[in-house]
């Protein structure tokens, strides 16, 4: 299974009892649906994920990274303090697409000012034909 979300908080990892290192991150996934005759609801579903391949990841997990993951999803319950039953999602992460920052970030700010200089050689055969040396194959 795939998701896509937002990352919440800064990742943190953490040694079980057991010497393995885990990386814990939640991610916030944001659905709408417009019911006849009302206005927009906006959703949100907040996903607990563990991963346990690589701790250097946590470096990059940081809050408001776009993050695509690959794992299985678990669904859990807990009860609360003040003992009402709480459900949630777990997510065993195997693989993570880092898709973005979010705005104003420093890395993002440091490459919308290299992107100038890309988009002018890309653009500038636009609408031709392509160069040899751009052939896909």
């Known amino acids: 299974m795939e998701i896509t ?28 649906y417009k019911p006849k005759d009302k206005d927009r609801v906006q959703i949100t579903t907040y996903v607990e994920c563990s991963y346990w391949r690589n701790p250097g990841i946590a470096e990059y997990l940081t809050k408001g990274t776009l993050v695509q993951l690959a794992g299985r999803m678990q669904a ?16 065993n992460t195997e693989s993570i697409k880092l898709l973005g920052k979010s705005a104003g970030a420093p890395a993002e700010k440091e490459a919308e000012k290299a992107a100038p200089k890309a988009n002018k050689k890309q653009t500038a055969n636009a609408g031709g034909a392509p160069d040899d040396d751009d052939l896909p194959f």
């Open 5 to 32: 979300g937002r990352v919440v908080a800064n990742a943190a990892v953490r040694t079980t009892k057991t010497d393995k290192k885990v990386t814990g991150f939640t991610i916030a996934i944001n659905d709408s």
């Open 76 to 91: 859990g319950a807990y009860i609360n303090r003040d003992g009402e039953a709480v459900g949630t999602l777990n997510f």
